[in-house]
């Protein structure tokens, strides 16, 4: 690493106060052009800490840019992850302040829930048909802290993967139950559909995007385990969000999922 551990605590605090304040920031490699990935990840992990010491609790995992419609909106072709706390959690038809974020987005995801850990290397889709409880409808809502909706890879890393909150849906399924790379969605805001997409989107399954973040959390020392909620990647690009708005996601057999706005 080119970053001394001062520095990456520096750059930890310098990306939670963005987030904190709604203030955004010019991303990280405009000061640090030889920012690699995992010292993105080292931020990030630094930033996690900070999270629980202020009463998160870490409950899941996210995979960012699984999709090719993702990939080609924020021009990267990385997947990369982030985590979860119980505070980002939105119940289903709440309200969300807008002004509380920098350029808050939405897109539609299949999010899992385990049962059972699954492996830090070598994870498989079998490992994740195995080790999931049931999946629900849900929703994401992304915000990158950086000026202009502009980042690059280990910037959005350092960001948590631009992670803000997460809405689940309360109709859970076994994976058994579907089909799960034909899934289809509909991604509306205010009754007029932005997008449709179907989950083989995500990276060709969202159980292989599942094992492909179980394997890169297993590379930064973390695991996905029992009980955890792993959102695996938006299934349409992201669509921005202002006060008043409502988003739906009305996902064929899963069933719906509602947020507002304010």
Not at 12 to 41: C, F, K, R, W
Request: charged residues 15%.
């Amino acid at each position: 690493m080119s970053l001394t551990p001062e520095q990456i605590q520096g750059l930890a605090d310098h990306v939670l106060n963005a987030q904190q304040t709604a203030q955004p920031i010019p991303m990280l490699t405009i000061d640090h052009p030889e920012l690699s990935v995992a010292e993105g990840y080292a931020i990030q992990g630094a930033l996690r800490e900070r999270y629980l010491a202020s009463g998160h609790r870490h409950i899941g995992w996210k995979a960012g840019l699984t999709s090719r419609a993702k990939m080609r909106q924020m021009g990267v072709a990385q997947p990369i992850v982030g985590f979860l706390t119980q505070k980002m959690a939105a119940a289903p038809g709440s309200v969300i302040e807008v002004a509380n974020h920098v350029h808050p987005r939405v897109e539609c995801e299949v999010a899992f829930v385990l049962s059972a850990d699954l492996p830090a290397e070598g994870c498989t889709v079998e490992h994740v048909l195995e080790a999931t409880e049931f999946v629900v409808p849900a929703i994401e809502m992304i915000d990158s802290r950086y000026q202009n909706f502009k980042f690059d890879l280990a910037s959005v890393i350092a960001d948590n993967t631009s992670t803000a909150r997460f809405i689940l849906g309360s109709n859970g399924m076994r994976l058994s139950d579907l089909d799960r790379k034909t899934l289809g969605v509909a991604l509306l805001r205010n009754g007029e559909v932005m997008a449709t997409g179907a989950s083989a989107a995500v990276w060709g399954d969202p159980a292989a995007s599942v094992a492909l973040v179980a394997n890169i959390v297993g590379s930064v020392g973390g695991r996905l385990e029992a009980g955890m909620t792993v959102m695996s990647g938006g299934i349409t690009a992201a669509f921005a969000v202002s006060p008043g708005d409502c988003v739906s996601a009305r996902f064929q057999a899963l069933g719906n999922v509602d947020i507002r706005f304010a």
